[in-house]
């Protein structure tokens, strides 16, 4: 789904290394890690008038990403959260905003691949737009099937929440063209692995199923829908998940920092059958995340 501008971030503020710079002027030099090779981790957040949602968990994961790919000089959780909130109040922002956070291995010497290059520690930069939940959860998307798989631990592993994401990317042009809104990215095997940009569930029969990670990112969203389920006494499950077990499911639904819970009501031209009572068992754990939302939020 294409996002739509927001006039309320032409005069955006954003944090990068340390500075807060307005948006014509956030740069970083050609010789950062992430301009050379991609080479940074990522996290997604959304601000509510409550707080940073799973804070926490998102730090934890950032901070687990950088340390395992070997960054040095990595800034503490409290250097990063106070840039955050610092970003916040520089813009006037206390909801409905979306968070691009990125930690980089940093500066190089010189152009090159070793990572011993970048001597001078991290860079941080912090994007902070405001963003209401980027699709229809009303109405719902329509997915189309990628011919491109998503990475597995035996090439990339996606525990790590880096921003190699041209996988993803390739995927989302592909149900560009198809006139969908995101692309349904599967494993080595064949099996539905996430979209291209959010994690993935369905029921069927009264159960809740969705893809092992093994190859896809175990969301922050995700977790909490599956705790969300253990709470509600709602059986919800891990498993290998065919096409045809999409296809036929009695409702289909993807989670994301950026799209919350979205209803998918179409995948490769078959219509998601949204049968009644899987919808009421949707609406209620779609319900009860709204109503734990604030238990969950962090003021920064």
């Not at 807060?20 to 008038?49: C, N, T």
Request: aromatic share 8%.
């Amino acid at each position: 789904m294409l996002q739509k501008f927001d006039s309320r971030n032409a005069n955006l503020l954003v944090y990068v290394n340390g500075a807060i710079l307005p948006r014509e002027e956030a740069r970083i030099s050609v010789l950062d890690s992430v301009v050379q090779g991609g080479d940074a981790v990522w996290e997604g957040l959304r601000l509510y008038k409550e707080g940073v949602y799973c804070l926490d968990r998102h730090m934890r994961r950032l901070m687990d990403s950088a340390h395992a790919l070997d960054f040095q000089q990595i800034p503490s959780v409290e250097s990063i959260v106070g840039a955050l909130g610092e970003t916040f109040r520089s813009n006037g922002m206390v909801s409905d905003v979306h968070v691009r956070l990125t930690l980089t291995r940093g500066e190089k010497l010189t152009s090159g691949m070793d990572p011993r290059l970048c001597d001078q520690g991290c860079g941080l930069i912090i994007l902070a737009e405001w963003k209401p939940p980027v699709y229809d959860n009303e109405s719902g998307i329509t997915v189309f099937t990628s011919s491109i798989r998503r990475n597995g631990p035996e090439y990339l592993d996606s525990k790590i929440h880096h921003n190699n994401l041209l996988n993803n990317i390739l995927a989302k042009t592909q149900a560009n063209y198809a006139g969908c809104d995101a692309a349904l990215m599967l494993d080595n095997r064949g099996f539905a692995s996430e979209l291209n940009g959010t994690n993935l569930f369905m029921i069927r029969d009264g159960i809740v199923y969705t893809p092992y990670a093994h190859h896809c990112l175990p969301g922050i969203t995700r977790g909490r829908v599956i705790e969300i389920c253990h709470k509600l006494g709602i059986p919800c499950q891990e498993k290998d998940i065919s096409l045809t077990e999409l296809y036929t499911a009695d409702l289909v639904w993807a989670t994301g920092t950026m799209g919350e819970l979205t209803p998918i009501r179409e995948i490769d031209g078959r219509k998601i059958a949204n049968q009644a009572v899987a919808r009421a068992m949707f609406d209620q754990i779609a319900s009860a995340f709204v109503d734990s939302r604030s238990a969950y939020c962090t003021a920064v």
